[in-house]
């Protein structure tokens, strides 16, 4: 079974708009964290935004926020105010607390095109 | 400061041979993580090292695949005998200490591999 699920494949939105990147995940451990990280083309992966399972508040960082809702495990990225930069794929991870490694496990992914 | 650093960025070799990658952590980080990132998808988790511990091997696909880390830096991922299957981009993260669930992992350019 999938521990971590991108609905969206792909999207397109106008310059300015916000954006929600839909992140499901799966698992039993009490303890975890998500992440979401951002790939542009040149193939980085750039850190955008973190949430741990015991967080009381939604995280936010800027123009990333995350809409954290535990009970439907569901950890959504918004962007507000998009802009042509922020084109690139859009990953959700998630790291279980039980895994002594503390691997990141990875969706397939979001591409995100803003258009002008 | 300098970020993570992958060498080569680009390789090309014939199936059946061997290759090495090579990931230069930031400096101070304990942890290193290798991925494996096929075309269109996430990352798959292959090697994780901690300190001086005895790497988490639990991600590597085949025997053919191996690493090393010499003196708690560098390290080195090694394919033998190559195989088609085996294109895809390689990337490597680095983390301050990799014991906690909050930790930011900081990802290197990746290194592409084409098996012809």
């Known amino acids: 079974a999938q521990k971590i699920t991108q609905t969206q494949p792909g999207m397109f939105v106008q310059e300015k708009e916000a954006v929600t990147l839909d992140c499901t995940y799966d698992?039993?451990?009490?303890?975890?964290?998500l992440f979401w990280y951002k790939q542009p083309s040149s193939g980085e992966m750039i850190f955008l935004i973190y949430?741990?399972?015991?967080d009381q508040q939604n995280a936010t960082e800027g123009r990333y926020s995350l809409n954290f809702q535990k009970a439907r495990k569901s950890a959504n990225l918004v962007i507000s105010a998009s802009q042509l930069g922020d084109s690139a794929m859009y990953f959700c991870?998630?790291?279980?607390?039980?895994?002594?490694?503390?691997?990141?496990?990875w969706g397939a992914g979001t591409k995100l095109i803003i258009k002008p | 400061g300098a970020g993570v650093s992958q060498s080569p960025s680009n390789k090309v070799t014939e199936k059946g041979k061997d290759v090495e990658l090579r990931c230069d952590p930031i400096?101070?980080?304990?942890?290193l993580y290798w991925y494996r990132q096929s075309l269109g998808q996430g990352l798959e988790f292959l090697i994780y090292?901690?300190?001086?511990?005895?790497?988490?091997k639990s991600g590597l696909p085949s025997d053919r695949f191996s690493a090393e880390r010499t003196g708690g830096s560098v390290s080195t991922l090694t394919i033998q005998r190559t195989q088609q299957e085996d294109s895809a981009v390689y990337l490597c993260?680095?983390?301050?200490?990799?014991?906690?669930?909050?930790?930011?992992?900081?990802f290197g350019p990746g290194t592409r591999l084409l098996v012809l």
């Open positions: 698992t039993s451990d009490p303890s975890y964290g």
């Open positions: 993260a680095s983390s301050l200490a990799g014991t906690r669930l909050g930790e930011t992992q900081y």
């Open positions: 400096s101070g980080h304990t942890a």
């Open positions: 949430q741990g399972s015991y």
């Open positions: 991870a998630m790291r279980e607390g039980a895994k002594s490694n503390y691997q990141l496990i």
């Open positions: 090292f901690q300190g001086n511990s005895a790497p988490d």
